[in-house]
């Protein structure tokens, strides 16, 4: 009986840790949508934020300024934005199509949020004490990135 219920331990452990390892997201590249937006690159921001709710939205911390910094990902083409597709607290900077061979085509669209307050207000607990003080003072600013690939826009 001892030999049996040794292995029957360790088959459970195996599959336990099967289980941990699966649920924990090793292995798993996302859908198209989430795939594409790991590939964007914003040139002077670090990513600070990822959140899926019907695309993929993606919140970059960098240095202050004006207009759209460099934004690049596979197969992408941005146009410059304009205020009319503005939100309460974002400014519309810029949209575009990318496209992959392993994402088909995707919609990309770049915003700034401007109000400093609500942007440290939705990063929270993403940001340092000191990311929040320099987004506060003007020093940083947020962009915030959203990505939606055709095989989601489809569901």
């Known amino acids: 009986m001892f030999p049996t219920s040794v292995r029957r331990r360790a088959r459970f ?3 336990a840790a099967l289980l941990t390892v699966a649920a924990s997201g090793c292995g798993y590249d996302g ?10 690159r914003v040139e002077g921001f670090t990513l600070v934020k990822t ?6 939205g993606r919140s970059y911390l960098g240095p202050a300024g004006d207009g759209t910094p460099a934004v690049t990902a ?16 974002y400014d519309y900077l810029a949209t575009g199509e990318g ?4 994402t088909g085509s995707c919609r990309v669209t770049v915003y700034e949020i401007r109000d400093r307050p609500k942007a ?13 003080q320099s987004v506060r003072e ?7 990135i959203d990505v939606l690939c055709d095989a989601q826009a489809d569901k």
Do not use: K
């Open 120 to 132: 440290v207000g939705y990063l929270d607990d993403h940001l340092t004490r000191s990311q929040q």
């Open 13 to 15: 452990a195996v599959t």
């Open 99 to 102: 496209t992959d061979s392993d």
């Open 31 to 40: 859908n198209e949508t989430q795939r594409y937006a790991d590939r964007i």
């Open 138 to 144: 003007g020093t940083s600013r947020v962009l915030h």
């Open 74 to 89: 596979p197969g992408l083409t941005l146009s410059a934005g304009g205020t009319d597709l503005s939100y309460l607290f």
């Open 51 to 56: 959140a899926y709710a019907n695309g993929e």
